[in-house]
């Protein structure tokens, strides 16, 4: 223990030693190089400077020139988010536990075992009393027909669409490109061209609409938009919105591993303004990190939509979940990790390596500290065990997943729109700070692993927002679940 305390003492200096190696290095190099040349003198600096032929003076001060033009032109340029806004629920859309419980009981398609099952799931579940479903889902039986869908989709993809507008104060016809992820629910015309009609963008406007994606499908909309914006013309502004419809994909069977989504997924959206002009941007997008595991069967089946025996349409939760997304998360963070971390976490997870490489796996892998990389983290708020699975991986504190657990606990699981949510709360509670950097991570069926690393530029100026009316009331104590 002593020697324990004794290392955890030292850390901070050796942080600050090999952090900053290169000004260790570069002081003293430029101190023998002004000596030098004070020894010389000027008349024996401009004597030597002479005895250089043209071609060598040239080259010296052409080469690195051209390398700067060649890199300034040639470097990906950089990407903003302007500002971003999530869909604010109602109140009539709240759906307490008893409420909930009490619609399922009254279904002849679930029987008391199934009830009884989601009665624990609930208790466990880590969401609170005022999540919300959309209006199809209160009626019994349930609605899931086209004209409902349609209807959640149009009232959660315009209202957080109309608030980012509000907030930007940007007119429809300057949007370039459009990106829409909505997993499950893909109509037609699709939900670009249901954006295009309503707001009457530019007929020239890039769009996409991304299915079947899973919950990490956000960030991979933010990456895409990204790779647009990079063959746009500069100043180019592309809005990127992520959803989930709920309204067709309530299961109505009673398969245990299909009734989890039923008692975690909840309504909710988000609409997101990024840019290359960084005039009035909130942060700088700085790295985007995807991570694929979909070539293994257990991955690809981990998150499977699929009929059950009596033909119920239903999403399977296979029971490897949490270990797939955990080796998952160790592939993405293998490779954020050098783009993000201090050189002194890089160099303790190297020398780690080679130790147990040496040792054969005798002694334990050096967890790298992301806390050292970044000021706050956004985790995917997909169910409480994910949070605690990421909370123990990372090692982070109860304050660093706070986020997380609250967005839980307020708005459900919101699918590819929670990491929104979070950081809204995060700027809510006025915490963020000009130059935190915040991680975005995300899961979702395939299995992906997904992440993105943001700079703030500007903090919000208040908590209006999805939080607006409720932030004073967080956080809020959530149980520990009782294993029985």
Known sequence: MGSTAQLKRLKPLYQLVVNN???????????????????????????????????HMFLAAFLPAAAAVLYLRLRPRSVYLVDYACFRTNPNCRVPFATFLEHSRVWPGFDERSVRFMTRLLERSGLGEETCLPYAQHYIPPSRDLESSRAEAELVIFSAIDDLLAKTKMSPQDIDILVVNCSLFAPTPSFTDMIMHRYKLREDVRNVHLAGMGCSAGLISVELARNLLQVAPRGAHALVVSTETITPNYYMGQERAMLLPNCLFRMGGAAALLSTNGANARFRLARVVRTLRGATDSAYHCVYQEEDERGNVGINLSKDLMNIAGDALKANITAMGPLVLPASEQLLFALSFMARKVLNNRIRPYIPDFRTAFEHFCIHAGGRAVIDELQRSLTLSDEQVEASRMTLHRFGNTSSSSLWYELAYIEAKGRMRRGDRVWMIGFGSGFKCNSAAWECIRPAANADGPWANCIHRYPVHIPDVLKH
């Open 21 to 55: 190696i290169l000004a260790i290095v570069a002081v003293p190099l430029a101190a023998a190089v002004v000596l030098k040349a004070a020894e010389l003198g000027p008349g024996e600096i401009l004597a030597r400077l002479r005895a250089l032929r043209p071609a």
